[in-house]
RNA sequence: GCCCGCUUGGUGGAAUGGUAGACACAACAGACUUAAAAUCUGUCGAUCGAAAGGUCGUGCCAGUUCGAGUCUGGCAGCGGGCACCA
């Protein structure tokens, strides 16, 4: 507990403010920021029901944007007001610290990964507690420390003992001048950014984690995320991809054996014109060792990245293998193999059926190799082909005359009959490969024995740290060209073994960081008692790209765990907001060049470079990024106007999900409100201050009920807007307050008392999104707790009542009036009352009422 | 290419299927000031009208409804994601 005469002293430096014409914020926010910590009030307590806020933890590039401002602004008032209704809020920060931009700034500069980052961190970090957000740095976590990463190595240990970790190749982007491997982003047209050598595909052996196992689980508990976004519950559902089919198997003319497909439209077999088979087929690479034309082929398939995008946009390609199988119903008809670079192998069986009348990108294929299209299924009206619509079916023998839906079902239950089908559900998901060939990530505890094979690191040698002493200088993986560090003793054996020098994608570190903080300090990876308070998080807080990735990898994680006994939990994140991005306005140069905002002048409606007085051409407004070089630096904006405008200028205006424009006019708009309310409370503080709260006046007058009663209105709804994330709303509805109070000028003593009522309430409602303004005006009021500290207001009910209510009147559902009535007339009684005003009866004249309806509070219409 | 969104005044936005434009920004006019800044007051979707008031208006086209910014179908433009950026 702090001292009440601590604080005393506090209120009493304050209480000089009204000696200035405008706020001081430098000097508020930098005392206010020392007294939080001094008295230690964000440090996470367990005495009362719980409630975790999470705003995603950010990447350190080294700078802090307006995206990350606006994210922890959303989550410090969701934090701030949580604590105030009376929970005991966990609200943690941390960095997800590995990664690539480390290493190219350790190749670019000649800097250590380590040190980037670190520096980076301590740069943040500062920046992120010059904005006065109520976190609890005690939990702080940095990913790439190996007191994190050693658990999570712990962790893939047991994943890997329960058969949720395991091995088997795929592709990566290979870049054959750098010798390394490189990352989708890194591969521009085709091209290694930084040698601009032609992309080949290339086959690694690499670790996986089974999330497939996870599928139904993952799609079935979206229905429990009631406080999702819809459209990114949709976008998970889709990417999962569940669907149902059969497995067909056709022979081959030639020989016993046969090729499995995979089909969600079996009833359009009777359309079927070829097979197509993915070039990375197991049979593919086999026919191709004894035809040097098809391992040709193959390879121009793999000379393209490894990005979805790439492989959707690529021309489509084939390769006749002179090959025909057998249909499986009709004994005249074969089908020719085509090796097809658009089957995919990592899809149903890497083998389909080609139909071009009723396939998009069969219909394409067949088209280029002059393949017959068949069509088999005849629309309501004439159609043009490819139709993949509803229909009846023609051409196909048994199944003429049925229906899409209908020939599916029949097909495979004649297909399972011949015992050449089996139905088979299928996932568009694909097992997670976590292997990278970087060093600035952490290390895979695995050690390569050439007796023993793949041998776990012990336990009780965890964590495998990450040597220090690496260099950038030569291709490809530091720690795989190390001269020590790989070479070990098999822990089975005792021979010479490798280490796996690969490293987890980063995706793994981020996927269970927000259980961490509930014992950041544990020595297991996962402390089951303090976790199961904290979790699930009640309001997850991060941007919309996150959609997908991380969001179902964190899903899938908090399943797997639960799976290897750590605990009963089986979604993370309970509640989620997904914020839209922070925007501005792009500005080039007379050489086309990217000019920053601050590089620039306005003058008579045009801008010119500051430098050289160049014109300066304006472009579309864009997500805040370095590259269009159209950020603007929040420490930058915190100096000149504190972090309280800043964060006001955040919630202000836009919905917190939709994407933000910044505006100097926006900033300079938050700033003359701050001072203005400023102004407002400390020039009334001596006159309002003898009047105590304590003693309710027996009588108000009507002056005062009304403002009262806008009092206990807004406390009311700035509530429910913050329940909601209505938070521009919520500023909205603190301005008008604001207003209103302005307009107020009291006269007698119940008038003072009401007065004293809203600017208390003011202050205490526009805590959680100014805190430091909030604290000073709290002390100027004469409290001796920080505000933080403070109840959040309940508005009386009696005051929330309306004696009358204004009723909108249309006839035809067209607006032709108002009028003032009681909220409890009947309907009958407002009829009549709508039916004899002098503008209903001019539209109603001679014609009839055919209907009346009244929705009370809302509307009446008169229909004719 | 595939999946998911978004589109309302000069601008950001508000509106449980029920008075479109709350609250701001910008602009303009005025007050205060020697002046400027700051602050305060007023006007502010388009159009017709002296006014009262009318008509039109939420990206485009159609539909459902007594009533559509809101629901349904189609189209256009812009954005997010696409599995190795985080």
Redesign the pocket.
Known sequence: MRSSAELAITVQKSSIIAMD??YNFRENEEKWQKAWDQHAIYETKENKPKYYVLEML??PSGRLHMGHVRNYTIGDVIARYKHACGYSVLHPMGW?A????AENAAIKNNVHPKTWTLENIQHMKQEIKSLGISYDWKREIATCSPEYYGQEQKIFLDFLKAGIAYRKESF??WDPIEGS??????VIDGKGWRSGALIEQRK?S?WFFKITDFAPELLDDLAHLGNWP???K??QK??I?RSTGVRIRFSFLENEEGLETFSTQPGTLFGATFLGISPDHPFVEKLATSLPALQTFMAECRARG????DI??AEKKGFNTGLTLQHPFLKDKVLPLYVANFVLM?YGTGVIFGCPAHD?RDYEFAEKYKLPILPVVEGPEEVSLPYEGEGTLINSDFLDGLSVKEANEEVIRRLVEKKIGVRETNY???D???????YWGCPIPIIHCPICGIVPVPENQLPVKLPDDVSFDQPGNPLDNHPTWKHVNCPKCGEAAVRETDTF???VD?SWYFIRYCAPNFPQPIDKEKSEFWLPVDQYIG????????LLYARFFTKALAKCGYWTISEPFKNLLTQG?VCHETYRDEAGAWVYPHEIEKRDGQFFKITDGTPIKVG?S??MSKSKSNAIPANKMVEEYGADTLRLFML????PE????W?D??I??SW??L??VWRLVSSHVSMIKAIKLADVPLEFTDNAIELRKCTHKTIFHVSEDIERF?L??Y??RL??F??AI??FSPREPSELWALHEALHALVLLMAPAVPHLAETLWAALGHEMFVYEASWPKPDPDLLREESI???I?V???????IEISPDLSEENVKNLVLDLP?VKAQVQDKIVK?F?Y?P???A?V?L
Do not use: C
Not at 181 to 186: F, I, K, P, T
Not at 652 to 655: E, L
Not at 812 to 818: P, Q, V
């Open positions: 014409t405008r950010p990447y997800d590995f990664g690539l931009p990566v982007n491997v490189l990352a989708n982003e890194q690694l690499q819809v459209q990114v949709t976008m889709n990417w991809g490894t990005s979805q995008k959707d946009t990592d998009e568009k998901l694909r997670w490969g976590v292997s990278r060939q970087r994608d980063t995706f981020s941007g919309i790209e996150h959609a997908i990735l991380h991005m579309r864009e997500k202000s205006d836009s919905p939709r994407d933000i424009e505006t006019a926006g300079e708009g003359r409100y001072n203005k209505h521009n709303r500023i909205a301005r008008e604001t207003n302005e307009d204004k009723l909108a249309q035809n559902g067209k607006l032709r009036g108002t503008f209907k309806i929705i509070g809302r509307i219409n229909v």
